[in-house]
């Protein structure tokens, strides 16, 4: 591990394909902000939706024939503008969405009424809130406040999409910048601070059960994906403030291993750019094996965190850059969204 530690993993271009399957036009007027998939009961059948965000509109789209889509609901915002769409898992027929400016300043779960004909929209949250995460058992994670009254959070929803109770975890004292749960590892939360510190929750008990330094080469770190294998923790981080060096290129995701008895890591594997490609990590998404990022060039670059290379570029399209990628989460396919309000539908395989 020692030996390998921080080997850049972007030599050679190991070509991926990307299909465009299906194109989709958001005409809300506002820019848009975010993309994702997720299932939606619609006249007694579960249908794979896609939900868009713009500043001040969520609009959810259902399928129709030969990859057309419908817009069916769309909730509205007046004052604070939509920041990100927040999932979680095990709940369908309810999105959650964070609104702010800079920072996120509410959480509102978004849904239907029961009769399907009009949009509700519930406040869950609010103040300074730091980082929020959907987790699977219905349940939405967040931590607000400042250093001295910090708080971390955890919702869980009922079958109906109602606020269901609210449970505590201890703070690290230390500012939270993500959460990820750690897949092999039950009721198991891990989080990213300011100070480059990973912490981990016993979400049974609230407990923090860990805090481990992962050092000091890149700043602001952001976890994307853990597991748990053999007793180590594998994460998946981005850099989105990391500098690019003659040696290892643009670090743009990297594969850590974390002992948690010891809080011991190291680094395992940087995913960088090919060579004659530059930018940095803005924004991107992390499903399975595959992590995908736009990057500030504008380009969408796919790696396979496996075989350790880039296997596809995706350019500009039209002279728009990209704005925003996510993975669907029940196949290969990818979406990806301009400003203008586009939203693009990729097979990859």
């Known amino acids: 591990m020692t030996e390998i530690a921080d080997v850049p993993a972007c030599d050679s271009l190991n070509p991926g394909t990307l299909q465009l399957v299906s194109k989709l036009k958001n005409p809300s007027g506002s820019c848009s902000v975010d993309v994702s998939a997720m299932w939606w ?23 129709l024939d030969t990859w057309q889509w419908e817009k069916i ?7 604070v503008p939509v ?6 898992p095990d709940v369908c027929n309810l999105v959650c969405v964070a609104l ?20 509700k929209q519930v406040l869950l949250s609010s103040g300074n809130i730091k980082a929020v995460l959907g987790l699977t058992k219905r349940r939405l994670v967040s931590s607000s406040g400042t250093l001295c009254d910090q708080q ?13 109770e609210k449970q505590f975890l201890m703070h690290p004292e230390e500012t939270i910048l993500t959460f990820a749960e750690v897949q092999g590892m039950q009721e198991a939360l891990l989080g990213t601070t300011v100070m480059n510190n990973i912490v981990i929750w016993n979400l049974k008990t609230g407990q923090l059960l860990k805090k481990m330094h992962i050092g000091d080469s890149y700043q602001a770190s952001v976890c994307h994906k853990a597991y748990s294998e053999m007793g180590l923790l594998f994460v998946v981080l981005s850099h989105p403030c990391a500098k690019e060096s003659k040696l290892l290129g643009s670090p743009v995701f990297q594969l850590i291993v974390i002992n948690p008895k010891t809080t011991l890591s190291v680094g395992v594997m940087l995913y960088c750019l090919p060579q004659g490609q530059a930018g940095r990590f803005l924004e991107g998404d992390v ?33 728009q850059n990209w704005s925003f990628v996510k993975w669907s989460g029940a196949d290969s396919h990818l979406l990806a969204g301009q400003k203008d309000g586009n939203i693009f539908v990729y097979r990859y395989y």
């Open 41 to 63: 009961e619609i006249a007694g059948f579960k249908e794979r939706c896609i939900i868009t965000a713009c500043e001040y509109v969520v609009s959810l789209w259902k399928p």
């Open 73 to 79: 609901y769309s909730w509205h915002f007046a004052e």
């Open 83 to 88: 920041l990100q769409i927040v999932l979680v």
């Open 100 to 119: 702010g400016n800079l920072e996120i300043r509410e959480i509102r779960a978004l849904l239907c009424s029961p009769d399907g004909k009009s949009e």
């Open 152 to 164: 971390v959070e955890i919702m869980t929803f009922a079958e109906d999409g109602g606020s269901k």
């Open 287 to 319: 499903k399975d094996h595959f992590a995908a990022a736009v990057l500030t060039s504008g380009t969408i670059a796919i790696w396979d965190l496996l075989l350790g290379h880039c296997t596809a570029l995706l350019p500009p399209v039209s002279d």
